[in-house]
């Protein structure tokens, strides 16, 4: 029976199976197009393609022709082993075109650049080679093993190469990434390295990646003092040279006219960059090196061991991670003299003495520093140094000792600074630790912070903190140009910014998520007032002018903070405004709102909690088609809020003319999305009547595993110019063409 149910299927599916085989030639063929492009592209930039590609396509080309062949109309054929055979065929052709597309998965593109010549240790000559390089003028070459390398082979002559021993050549990560730069991959010990005649092409060297194992310094294995020798160098790589004390003299450093990018990486026992025990002095100048990164370098002390004074006027990206024995980047003789650490300033590491000058620098990137404190001093003077940095990117990760990022006085580092990022720095409380009596009342400070994102910071409580905020007309600039603001996976996180007693200028943010942030605290708001509340809620109407232009908002699995209500229009403020001669004037809360996105708040039991009295009446005096608060917001999602009876009030519902999605999941106690149960003005409710129509514009009303839903709206019509119904219309298309197939 197992074969003739199989058969019958291959008949009764015959149209099935044959819409199938075109879907899944159209996708091979799109592969076989991506590949084929991969392929053109690889060759004409001299790089390899991997062997089975050729291979691959031609079965691409078979399968496609066998495919061809089989007739695609079956019409109405009662030739019942007709049918057989088409479903049969085409169900084995979609067989053999799944197995392409998993082999073509399979394909490992290494985009590796050709060689000239790949030489096997076990079939290297030692006597041809030299012979055949007297007068080679270019070459590009790996030599797999160390054994390979002739010992007689001559460079001489040769002026264009790319050489590697002991490894595979590899492109450069940055811009140019296939250039031909001269470059050498020694991956060798020292005495090979002595050995071989490589030295002589040092002066015409552009890129050189080194790990030498039994290496004191380049001067040991490479430079016999020949300031010169790495006269044209630009990019320099040293990884995992296990005896390196220090890379350059004062001598040679200073003849690295050229150098570009330094990375100097998991070296145990270096202990500094440029080595003066020879007596050498001066100032260190690394003249043309815009990148820096120094890693997993447990034992490194300073950039220079004698020499203080180093430039590097042109240094415009500071890479450093796992360099345990620096408690901070900047100097600390910015501090006064009554700071508590100036008690203890023989603990102190800088990475960098206040002799370095780095006039350009506009990215660092901190990473897994264990001891690190602080990146600045607690406090700035008003020294160039300070006002002349053009910080554009900071990027602070895995730093578990760190506390204070900033400065208390943090605005001269603002001028220039774009992005912030802090992830898994377990120790920082507060981004920003202000203390107003040190920045000066109403200082003017351009900014150009567009966007703070904190990732896993498990005890950070406040973006802002700010002390000395006694003065409630005092205006904390600086922060005026921040677009978003991400925060994730903050347990203790309690509020963008405390207190609220200062003027906070944040009129450009237009993005602000919290995730997977909160814990039980009684008092937790997105903005804290500092005061004891009846409710706990998260936009007071006081503040929510804070984030006048905010496009979205999204708070999800906040589920542990007891928020009850997200927005509170009604407070002291608010009333003054509506009882006011003024009150026509009263501002619009949140106008520019489109995305509200609200996920596992699980005490939240509003989402708005108004004064209807106070909020719409100044609002219903303005002309018919004037914007009201809430106006433009388009979309709103709720998901998970399990302490929620209601979505919108009756009242609310009327303000949201432009409302076009609603998507309502997993709220196990809504009864309505829209409900008049808390509407205390009588005259407005009425003036709602059945006549009304709330959102004109809604397009989708996605309704999802909600157990306790009576109605949608309370008593009220909902409509759209598209009606919802519509959408469902999609699921029939193509009900008629498969009747056939079904029996």
């Given at each position: 029976?197992?074969?003739?149910?199989?058969?019958?299927?291959?008949?009764?599916?015959?149209?099935?199976?044959?819409?199938?085989?075109?879907?899944?030639?159209?996708?091979?063929?799109?592969?076989?197009?991506?590949?084929?492009?991969?392929?053109?592209?690889?060759?004409?930039?001299?790089?390899?393609?991997?062997?089975?590609?050729?291979?691959?396509?031609?079965?691409?080309?078979?399968?496609?022709?066998?495919?061809?062949?089989?007739?695609?109309?079956?019409?109405?054929?009662?030739?019942?082993?007709?049918?057989?055979?088409?479903?049969?065929?085409?169900?084995?052709?979609?067989?053999?075109?799944?197995?392409?597309?998993?082999?073509?998965?399979?394909?490992?593109?290494?985009?590796?650049?050709?060689?000239?010549?790949?030489?096997?240790?076990?079939?290297?000559?030692?006597?041809?080679?030299?012979?055949?390089?007297?007068?080679?003028?270019?070459?590009?070459?790996?030599?797999?093993?160390?054994?390979?390398?002739?010992?007689?082979?001559?460079?001489?002559?040769?002026?264009?190469?790319?050489?590697?021993?002991?490894?595979?050549?590899?492109?450069?990560?940055?811009?140019?990434?296939?250039?031909?730069?001269?470059?050498?991959?020694?991956?060798?010990?020292?005495?090979?390295?002595?050995?071989?005649?490589?030295?002589?092409?040092?002066?015409?060297?552009?890129?050189?990646?080194?790990?030498?194992?039994?290496?004191?310094?380049?001067?040991?294995?490479?430079?016999?003092?020949?300031?010169?020798?790495?006269?044209?160098?630009?990019v320099l790589e040293i990884c995992e040279c296990d005896n390196l004390r220090y890379l350059f003299t004062v001598y040679v450093a200073n003849g690295l006219m050229k150098l570009e990018r330094l990375r100097v990486l998991s070296c145990p026992v270096l202990e500094t960059l440029v080595d003066g025990e020879r007596g050498e002095l001066g100032v260190i100048k690394f003249q043309s090196l815009k990148f820096l990164s120094l890693g997993n370098l447990p034992e490194l002390l300073s950039l220079c061991n004698v020499v203080n004074v180093i430039e590097l006027p042109q240094l415009e990206e500071l890479i450093l991670y796992n360099l345990p024995n620096f408690t901070s980047i900047y100097p600390y003789y910015y501090e006064s003299t009554t700071s508590s650490m100036s008690n203890d300033i023989s603990t102190v590491q800088p990475f960098l003495n206040k002799e370095v000058v780095i006039p350009k620098l506009e990215k660092l990137h901190i990473r897994n520093m264990e001891n690190l404190k602080k990146i600045w001093p607690c406090e700035f003077n008003s020294s160039e140094e300070v006002n002349d940095c053009i910080l554009r990117e900071i990027r602070v990760e895995e730093c578990d000792s760190v506390v204070n990022l900033f400065p208390s006085n943090p605005m001269s580092l603002l001028h220039h600074l774009e992005e912030l990022e802090v992830n898994y720095c377990g120790s920082i409380e507060v981004l920003f630790n202000i203390d107003l009596r040190c920045v000066g009342k109403n200082e003017e400070v351009g900014s150009c912070l567009r966007s703070i994102r904190v990732l896993d910071a498990e005890n950070?409580?406040?973006?802002?903190?700010?002390?000395?905020?006694?003065?409630?007309?005092?205006?904390?600039?600086?922060?005026?140009?921040?677009?978003?603001?991400?925060?994730?996976?903050?347990?203790?996180?309690?509020?963008?910014?405390?207190?609220?007693?200062?003027?906070?200028?944040?009129?450009?943010?237009?993005?602000?998520?919290?995730?997977?942030?909160?814990?039980?605290?009684?008092?937790?708001?997105?903005?804290?007032?500092?005061?004891?509340?009846?409710?706990?809620?998260?936009?007071?109407?006081?503040?929510?002018?804070?984030?006048?232009?905010?496009?979205?908002?999204?708070?999800?699995?906040?589920?542990?903070?007891?928020?009850?209500?997200?927005?509170?229009?009604?407070?002291?403020?608010?009333?003054?405004?509506?009882?006011?001669?003024?009150?026509?004037?009263?501002?619009?809360?949140?106008?520019?709102l489109k995305g509200l996105y609200l996920s596992e708040m699980e005490i939240m039991s509003h989402v708005w909690k108004c004064n209807w009295n106070k909020f719409l009446i100044p609002q219903k005096q303005q002309p018919e088609g004037s914007c009201s608060s809430f106006h433009n917001l388009t979309t709103i999602s709720l998901c998970r809020c399990i302490n929620i009876k209601y979505l919108f009030s009756l009242l609310m519902a009327k303000l949201l003319s432009n409302l076009k999605d609603i998507h309502i999941w997993e709220c196990d106690v809504i009864e309505e999305v829209v409900s008049n149960r808390d509407d205390e003005d009588e005259e407005l409710v009425a003036s709602t009547n059945t006549r009304t129509i709330l959102f004109p514009r809604l397009d989708m009303l996605n309704?999802?595993?909600?157990?306790?839903?009576?109605?949608?709206?309370?008593?009220?019509?909902?409509?759209?110019?598209?009606?919802?119904?519509?959408?469902?219309?999609?699921?029939?298309?193509d009900k008629d063409e498969d009747e056939d197939d079904d029996i």
């Open positions: 029976m197992v074969p003739i149910k199989k058969h019958l299927g291959y008949m009764i599916s015959c149209k099935k199976h044959l819409r199938d085989m075109g879907t899944k030639r159209k996708d091979l063929d799109d592969k076989r197009v991506n590949v084929e492009e991969h392929k053109n592209r690889n060759k004409s930039n001299n790089l390899e393609v991997p062997a089975e590609v050729d291979g691959w396509l031609e079965k691409v080309r078979k399968i496609d022709e066998k495919a061809a062949s089989i007739s695609v109309d079956v019409g109405s054929c009662f030739n019942i082993k007709r049918r057989h055979k088409l479903g049969w065929k085409s169900f084995k052709i979609i067989e053999e075109i799944n197995t392409l597309i998993q082999e073509n998965n399979m394909i490992n593109w290494t985009d590796h650049r050709i060689p000239l010549g790949k030489v096997n240790s076990n079939k290297a000559s030692t006597s041809t080679p030299s012979k055949l390089s007297k007068n080679l003028f270019a070459l590009e070459i790996e030599f797999f093993d160390n054994n390979a390398l002739p010992k007689n082979m001559s460079f001489k002559k040769l002026e264009r190469f790319k050489i590697s021993l002991g490894c595979f050549l590899k492109d450069d990560d940055g811009p140019n990434r296939h250039s031909y730069e001269n470059t050498l991959m020694l991956v060798i010990g020292k005495c090979e390295l002595l050995d071989s005649r490589m030295k002589q092409l040092l002066e015409k060297t552009e890129v050189i990646h080194l790990q030498v194992n039994d290496l004191n310094n380049l001067i040991d294995g490479l430079l016999h003092h020949q300031r010169s020798s790495f006269y044209n160098l630009r950070l409580r406040e973006v802002w903190r700010l002390k000395g905020a006694n003065d409630s007309g005092h205006v904390i600039n600086g922060f005026q140009a921040i677009e978003t603001i991400f925060i994730t996976g903050c347990k203790r996180f309690r509020n963008v910014f405390t207190p609220t007693t200062t003027n906070f200028n944040m009129r450009a943010l237009i993005e602000l998520s919290i995730r997977d942030c909160g814990e039980n605290e009684k008092t937790v708001e997105m903005v804290n007032s500092g005061q004891e509340q009846e409710i706990n809620v998260a936009f007071r109407s006081s503040l929510i002018h804070t984030f006048h232009n905010l496009h979205n908002l999204r708070i999800y699995n906040y589920k542990r903070a007891e928020v009850e209500v997200m927005f509170e229009i009604e407070s002291p403020s608010s009333r003054e405004l509506a009882t006011t001669p003024q009150s026509n004037q009263q501002p619009l809360l949140l106008p520019y309704l999802h595993q909600l157990p306790n839903l009576k109605r949608i709206g309370g008593g009220k019509e909902i409509s759209s110019t598209t009606p919802i119904h519509d959408q469902s219309k999609l699921e029939d298309e």
